[in-house]
């Protein structure tokens, strides 16, 4: 994937494909069951999804009893996609067309949840401004759950082919450094680039953008994904991870 691709280049012809992941084993059984409980009971709150894609976790939220919830993506071809979804199947969410720095005006909200936008940003100054600008869209004392890259995860090839999953760095770990992530459906297989960030890096940013000291977690397979596949065939993911949970609060 050219380096000069921006994360909005990336994603503007994926979304069929991005939809489709929501049923793959490892999003049904394990990464949904695992950010749901971190993000909590959304009843009668407002929230904002910062780099929703196609809408999966936006219409999720909106189902789980969320008042309001709006969409914001940089990718003019996954909100035109979120839309289209909208209007076939009205939820009464909204969706922008933005970068994930520019809230402003959209807001405020009670919680913001983004999953794996922070990893695109490629320089710590574009980190820190999109830490920011989720801060300047919640109430004081919002929450911020947000799933971003494991800085430990595994480069060893084919650890997480059982999961659909390819994650490689092409330039070492440190700080800013192009991972290549790869989502396969059977045949059917999609990349995108992002960057590696410490979660010291993260912490960092976070901090300056006026939230709190960030808790981590890991995601957990439901009942359902261990009764169906067992634990020996989550286990290899469990052990490396390839994302994590982060979750803080506004001040």
């Known amino acids: 994937m050219p380096d000069q691709m921006s994360p909005a280049d990336q994603f503007s012809a994926l979304a069929p494909e991005y939809d489709r992941t929501q049923e793959l084993p490892f999003v049904r059984y394990l990464e949904t069951p695992g950010v749901l409980p971190a993000v909590g009971d ?30 914001l993506d940089r990718s003019a071809g996954m909100v035109d996609h979120a839309r289209a979804v909208e209007r076939d199947a009205p939820l009464g969410v909204e969706y ?14 009670d ?29 004081p004392g919002g929450r911020l759950v947000t799933l971003v890259a494991n800085e430990d995860f595994s480069d060893e090839p084919g650890w997480y082919a059982p999961y659909g999953l390819g994650l490689r760095s092409r330039d070492g ?12 459906d059977g045949d059917e297989s999609f990349s995108v680039e992002a960057y590696h960030w410490r979660e010291e ?5 976070l901090r300056e953008a ?22 020996d065939h989550w286990r290899a993911y469990l052990t490396r991870p390839h994302a994590r949970i982060v979750s803080c609060t506004k001040v």
């Not at 922008?96 to 909200?109: E, I, K, M, S, Y």
């Not at 913001?112 to 574009?126: C, E, K, M």
């Not at 890096?201 to 940013?205: L, N």
């Not at 890991?218 to 169906?228: A, H, W």
């Open 201 to 205: 890096t993260y912490a960092r940013a």
């Open 173 to 184: 770990r440190g700080d800013g450094a192009p991972l290549v992530l790869t989502v396969a």
């Open 111 to 139: 919680l913001v949840f983004g999953a794996y936008v922070l990893p695109y940003a490629r320089t710590f100054d574009q980190l820190r401004a999109m830490c920011a600008g989720l801060a300047d869209a919640l109430v």
């Open 96 to 109: 922008v067309l933005r970068d994930a720095a520019d809230t402003a005006g959209l807001g405020p909200f």
């Open 42 to 71: 959304v009843t009668g709150c407002s929230v904002l999804d910062v780099g929703c894609g196609s809408g999966l976790y936006t219409r999720l939220l909106k189902r789980s009893g969320a008042r309001r919830v709006v969409g």
């Open 210 to 231: 006026g939230f709190s000291a960030p808790e981590w977690s890991d995601l957990r397979p439901s009942e359902e994904g261990l009764r169906l596949f067992g634990e």
